[in-house]
């Protein structure tokens, strides 16, 4: 039996707002610095969610962040989304 050619998949719909392709996680909040990402991640993991940090600055590269370059994304599961959102509320 000869080589199959390689399956090239075509793209499906795009994924929802605020959610990275393929991940099944979604962003429910979006902190100043990576401090701030921390204390909310700590917050969700002691309710029983996971959450995943996310940020543009390198900080080995760049120790330090002016405005908006240390911004940090809150991502969770999309199954526990609604309830992050609703402890982050309080």
Same mark, same amino acid.
């Given at each position: 039996?000869?080589? #199959?050619?390689?399956?090239?998949?075509?793209?499906?719909?795009?994924?929802?707002?605020?959610?990275?392709?393929?991940?099944?996680? /979604?962003?429910?909040?979006?902190? #100043?610095?990576?401090?701030?990402?921390?204390?909310?991640?700590?917050?969700?993991?002691?309710?029983?969610?996971?959450?995943?940090? #996310?940020?543009?600055?390198?900080?080995?590269?760049?120790?330090?962040? /002016?405005?908006?370059?240390?911004?940090?994304? /809150?991502?969770?599961?999309?199954?526990?989304?609604?309830?992050?959102?609703?402890?982050?509320? #309080?």
């Amino acid at each position: 039996m000869g080589r #199959r050619a390689k399956v090239i998949r075509l793209p499906g719909p795009p994924p929802p707002a605020g959610e990275p392709p393929g991940s099944g996680l /979604v962003e429910v909040l979006r902190c #100043r610095d990576q401090g701030e990402a921390l204390v909310v991640r700590s917050l969700l993991d002691s309710e029983g969610i996971a959450a995943v940090l #996310r940020g543009q600055l390198v900080q080995s590269v760049h120790p330090f962040s /002016v405005g908006d370059q240390g911004e940090v994304t /809150v991502l969770v599961p999309a199954a526990d989304a609604e309830a992050a959102r609703r402890i982050l509320s #309080r």
